[in-house]
């Protein structure tokens, strides 16, 4: 194997284990896009550039932006804006840089490095790939979109927040 491919698989080990350990959501989001981009190159490097493609599309595309949007539909309050803005120091960017920066010069360097050869395209229809979709592998595609689905109403659930309202003579809760 090529070192290459060893320098993107410890870099998606590392950002993988640093989205697991950080306890701010943001922060684990900026790892979670560097574990992307290393499995990106990882593709690329095996020789499924549209797979790599889509990996950075979709996962590091759509997914992270789906993820903040449930960190923002949270909005936990001033205390967390106030967070957010001492978030915007070096050492928060630092190993993400790093990362990041590792995985941009490997790109380049594989992509400057790659022979000129022609490559042969098979056609396929969208039918195809759609009768492949909901044939053998419907199950995964309706577990993929139940998962989904669960992570936006958990999201939901928990970002809602009952608001206490007391009234001056009683000093009850209600709703």
Avoid: C, D
């Avoid at 499924?48 to 997914?63: C, D, R, S």
């Amino acid at each position: 194997m090529n070192v290459f491919f060893y320098i993107a698989a410890a870099v998606a080990i590392i950002s993988t284990l640093m989205v697991i350990t950080r306890k701010h959501p943001v922060h684990a989001l900026l790892y979670l896009i560097v574990s992307f981009m290393a499995v990106a190159i990882i593709f690329f490097q095996l020789g499924a550039p549209f797979v790599a493609a889509l990996e950075i599309v979709l996962y590091a595309g759509a997914i992270v932006v789906l993820f903040i949007f449930v960190v923002m539909m949270l909005n936990l309050g001033r205390e967390t804006s106030l967070q957010e803005k001492t978030w915007l120091n070096l050492a928060t960017w630092l190993l993400p840089g790093v990362l990041g920066a590792i995985l941009l010069i490997e790109l380049i360097y594989l992509i400057s490095t790659q022979p000129n050869e022609t490559l042969t395209i098979a056609e396929i229809e969208p039918k195809a790939v759609a009768l492949s979709l909901f044939g053998p592998y419907v199950i995964g595609v309706e577990l993929s979109a139940m998962l989904l689905m669960a992570g936006v109403i958990g999201a939901a659930h928990i970002g809602r927040r009952t608001i206490k309202h007391y009234h001056r003579f009683l000093q009850e809760e209600t709703k």
